[in-house]
DNA sequence: CTCTCCCGCCACCCG
DNA sequence: CGGGTGGCGGGAGAG
């Protein structure tokens, strides 16, 4: 039977029979945790996905469905790429209703029905009938099953930043229902958002969705923990043993712990909206607590890069339990668990640190990096690094360009141990590297996002603010929220002093008060940058056509630097099983267990705290390593303190030699920043994870750069297309205008933000150059940098076509955080609804007829938004 | 083969 | 005690 339905690609898909798509889909499928659309094939093979699956496994029975042509449908929401899909899904990522439907029809179908499912297949039946196998592989594919797409789903029933106002409630059940999968399953989504403070039980089944307000702060605080407890010098330790295996035996390696207290902390919701009813209780619920512990891993780690088997162990190790290797395997487990929920979030993705023994699976960190809220930090690594330019905003760029030349040339500050280079010598072709991530570097404007609201919160502290924040109905239209992506090219990164780099920012920027980013100090005005939020807001709210410049953080940041990346690292591959035991004995331990909550939390969030971190991290925050204290890595049997952070560095810097540019940010400045606004292309991004590749980040010097903004679910859509070209010399220093679009609006406005009059006319056509950049839906910086405070420009023309409005922004000079940049792919919130494809939701599910709907309801959006 | 990780049994624990 | 939770690990899909 099967083989009847399939057919349709034949007759549809011209191209190729079904090897072909067998293929694609091999190829498109990179892990599992990523999206994967099988979309792209699609377009003519409807069927495809969803029906699939069942059909292979079970029969269908074409007769008993009715036929629904939804399938067609359903592919398409499958394909989050298609501008149309992401309108789609925005849009009903803003209209619950919507939500509703959507999820009827493509989620749910799928899966288990086979009856349901059938019909779609009867379709397709009708359509070709050869291609059976192809249907089969279209099935839900344990991808398509997966708790990252599950994950995402459930996200995009809610807003990103609800309205402090508008209190969701979540039901388990009705979740589980509606996206046709078993409750145990929500369970572990829940967990892990619980521990983000994402949302919080309320009640039995009955959780609150804060959405990511809070996530700053819970970041942050995370991060101080996580640097309390001194996981730095652990990951340290372990990596070095890794790489010392041979050479060491471990020494000891402290660590040093009152775990207990600091776990306590953990947990604590700060800002619960309801009262953490059920908060402890329980065993602890280790998942939640294993969430906070690994995301404090990344945050703590300066490579941003946390391999499983390092965090499986210090997990282990710090479990009353007695670590015991046998644990591993089920540790890791747990891992991909946390980390295909942190990946929806777009926090984290996956890469692979290569090293010589071979790859290992790990995590990169590309979320918001800066909720600390301290340009102190900036500061202090520029000042590290390079004193005299702190100053200027753009000294980061520069700070990325030596490093670059550090890695080519010296790297004196690389004394690292010898070992560590003979390694890397060893391994000519890349050391350690970071495979996956090489694609451009982007950066999340989330991250972006976060520091304002951030700022913002602290201003009104808490959710208050976000009642008085102007949201723009729909929505979520936070500034701050989602952001795309900015995706840099290493190669800027070269030459990233190039003046293009400032173009932009130069003129608009120093309207703006440049100067704090000069300082590099970001709290500048936290209350501006609210300010500059709110008056956003407005634009949003009409609906309209919607000017949000992150501009200059977001060239900030972007110039950070990501290069951090690259080190990986590397460590112990030890294995997965047998590992445990060598692992070092950690004493940190420290119960993890008990997730004291607290609720309370400290939340200083009023004070920039700047100053706790800030020195410490020095690098930190920015992935710049540079490796101040060449120390001896080699020792490494010292993890502990400082020591070892330097030695890590270095490796890290090591292999960022190798690596290939990508990572770098560079601080190509470009100056051209044009938004455009695409629906069409980009948006799409399809997963992130794609594989960025190194084209991206090589591009050439023309290349533009754009960065598209795409709306989370929370917007309405609200995409934004910036591009930047990236002129080598020869440009000028245009800063180019900005589009931005909000489609999920009703009208598709678009908007063009030209800094300074220059614009490029290509900036709207650029974003094609970069495939990848298309690709992504994230917004790609490029190069940027400068000090960009806002990017805006009233000036600038508005060239799209699409109605455009121009919006100047106060100048609120937008305190950047360079740091934070990363490329994230974050796709996944956009996608989200398509995601779903198909979901193959879950087999029996319980009895649930699928219900979806309640949830969505739910939702909410805050007044008008979205529909 | 290894990497991922889905799935769901079944222990907890709360009400 | 029943039901909500969620630890845990077998086992299988994907690569």
């Not at 800002?271 to 906070?292: H, W």
């Not at 936070?478 to 840099?488: G, I, K, M, N, R």
């Not at 920027?509 to 500048?524: C, E, H, I, T």
């Amino acid at each position: 039977m099967e083989v009847n339905c399939l057919t349709l690609k034949d007759l549809i898909s011209p191209r190729q029979p079904r090897l072909d798509f067998a293929i694609e889909d091999g190829e498109n499928a990179q892990k599992e945790n990523i999206f994967v659309d099988r979309s792209r094939m699609a377009p003519k093979t409807p069927i495809k996905n969803e029906p699939i699956d069942l059909s292979k496994q079970k029969k269908f029975t074409p007769e008993r469905n009715p036929i629904t042509p939804v399938k067609l449908v359903d592919r398409q929401q499958v394909e989050p790429w298609t501008p149309t899909a992401n309108l789609k899904m925005l849009i009903s990522a803003a209209s619950p209703d919507i939500r509703d439907r959507e999820k009827k029809k493509g989620l749910f179908r799928p899966i288990e029905n086979k009856d349901d499912a059938f019909t779609d297949s009867l379709q397709l039946d009708v359509v070709g009938d050869s291609a059976v196998d192809e249907f089969e592989k279209q099935r839900p594919s344990r991808k398509q099953k997966s708790l990252g797409l599950l994950c995402q789903k459930f996200l995009a029933r809610y807003p990103s930043y609800p309205l402090s106002t508008e209190k969701t409630t979540i039901s388990l059940d009705e979740v589980a229902v509606s996206l046709g999968v078993e409750r145990r399953r929500i369970y572990d989504i829940v967990n892990v958002l619980e521990s983000l403070h994402l949302v919080s039980r309320v009640a039995k089944n009955q959780y609150g969705w804060h959405g990511r307000h809070s996530l700053p702060k819970t970041l942050r605080n995370l991060q101080r923990l996580g640097e309390e407890q001194k996981y730095e010098e652990q990951m340290a330790y372990l990596q070095q043993k890794e790489l010392d295996l041979m050479d060491y035996k471990f020494g000891e390696r402290r660590k040093d712990g009152d775990p207990d207290s600091q776990e306590q902390q953990l947990l604590d919701f700060s800002e619960p909206d309801y009262p953490s009813s059920s908060a402890n209780s329980r065993k602890d619920k280790s998942l939640r607590i294993m969430s906070q512990k690994f995301v404090m891993l990344f945050l703590v780690s300066k490579t941003k890069i946390v391999t499983l088997d390092v965090a499986a162990k210090i997990l282990i190790e710090e479990s009353q339990d007695a670590p015991d290797h046998s644990k591993f395997k089920t540790k890791v487990r747990r891992l991909y668990d946390i980390a295909n929920v942190l990946t929806s979030l777009a926090l984290i993705k996956k890469v692979h640190v290569t090293e010589e023994r071979g790859r290992k699976p790990a995590f990169k960190w590309i979320g918001p990096v800066d909720f600390s809220s301290n340009d102190e930090e900036l500061v202090d690594v520029s000042a590290s690094v390079l004193p005299e330019l702190k100053r200027e905003t753009y000294g980061q760029i520069q700070v990325c360009a030596k490093q670059k030349l550090a890695r080519h040339g010296s790297f004196n500050t690389v004394q690292a141990s010898e070992r560590i280079q003979r390694k890397v010598n060893s391994e000519p072709s890349s050391p350690y590297r970071e495979e996956q991530g090489s694609g451009g570097y982007s950066l999340e404007i989330g991250s972006l996002a976060a520091v304002y609201r951030q700022k913002i919160e602290d201003n009104s502290q808490g959710k208050a603010f976000a009642s008085k924040r102007v949201v723009p109905p729909s929505s979520g239209l936070d500034p701050v929220a989602p952001f795309p992506v900015l995706s840099v090219d290493p190669e800027y990164c070269v030459n990233p002093l190039a003046h293009p780099v400032f173009s932009v920012a130069q003129t608009d920027l120093q309207a703006f008060s440049v100067q704090n980013g000069l300082n590099g100090q970001v709290d500048v005005s936290l209350a501006s940058a609210a300010s500059a939020v709110e008056s956003l807001k407005p634009a949003l709210l009409a609906g309209q056509p919607l000017v949000y410049v992150p501009s200059a953080s977001l060239f900030m940041l972007y110039g950070s630097l990501q290069e951090g990346p690259a080190s990986g690292s590397v460590s112990e591959r030890d294995d997965r099983n047998s590992a445990a035991p060598a692992t070092v004995e950690l004493s940190s331990a420290p119960s993890a267990q008990k997730r004291l909550s607290e609720e309370r939390n400290p939340q200083e969030e009023d004070e920039p705290a700047t100053k706790r971190q800030s020195r410490e991290y020095e690098d930190g925050p920015l992935s710049l390593v540079m490796p101040k204290k060449p120390s001896d890595s080699t020792d490494l049997a010292s993890p502990k303190t400082m020591g070892n952070r330097a030695s890590i560095p270095l490796k890290d810097i090591h292999v960022n030699g190798h690596l290939p540019a990508a990572e770098e940010i560079s601080g190509k400045a470009t100056a051209n920043c044009s938004v455009s606004s695409e629906w069409g292309n980009p948006s799409r991004n399809t997963d992130a994870e794609k594989p960025s590749k190194e084209n991206e980040s090589t591009k050439e010097p023309s290349l533009l750069q754009y960065l598209c903004v795409q709306s989370p679910t929370g917007l309405n859509g609200f995409n934004v297309l910036l591009s930047g070209s990236h002129t080598p010399p020869t440009v000028g220093p245009s800063s180019g205008p900005v589009n931005f679009s909000l489609p999920g609006l009703g009208s598709i406005a678009q908007l063009l933000v030209g800094p300074t009059a220059v614009v490029n006319p290509k900036s709207s056509t650029l974003p094609s150059a970069d495939p990848q950049l298309q690709g992504q839906p994230s917004l790609n910086l490029s190069p940027v940098m400068s000090r960009s405070h806002s990017v805006v420009q009233p000036e600038s023309p508005v060239y799209m076509g699409h109605p455009v409005s121009v919006v100047k922004l106060h100048q609120s000079p937008v305190p950047v955080t360079p740091k934070s940049i990363e490329r994230t792919h974050r796709e996944t919130f956009f996608k989200t609804p398509g995601s779903l494809g198909d979901p193959v939701l879950k087999r029996r599910e319980r009895n649930q007829s699928r219900n979806t709907s309640s949830a969505q309801r739910r939702l909410e959006i805050p007044s008008g938004g979205a529909d």
